[in-house]
């Protein structure tokens, strides 16, 4: 259903749009993250509060 705003109802195709800001920050803090020890990524765990246990991939996720 097309009432003239440019939206139609249907099928959901893959996103053609660039992604936005926040996105691409979110792609760099992780990258900067895993560029980080285990024990920088501990360290920083607990000065947010956060679980200090886990991969290296799941402190940097905890963080992001």
């Known amino acids: ?3 003239g705003l440019g939206v ?5 195709s893959k996103r053609t749009v660039p992604e936005t800001k ?3 920050t979110s792609k760099a ?3 900067w ?7 920088q990524l501990k360290a920083l765990c607990k000065a ?7 991969t290296k ?3 940097a996720g905890r963080l992001c």
Not at 33 to 39: A, E, L
């Open 57 to 59: 991939m799941v402190l």
């Open 29 to 31: 803090a992780e990258s």
């Open 48 to 54: 947010a509060g956060l679980k200090i246990s886990g």
């Open 8 to 12: 139609t109802l249907g099928k959901v």
């Open 33 to 39: 993250f895993i560029n980080c020890s285990g024990t």
């Open 1 to 3: 259903m097309d009432r």
């Open 22 to 24: 926040a996105e691409s």
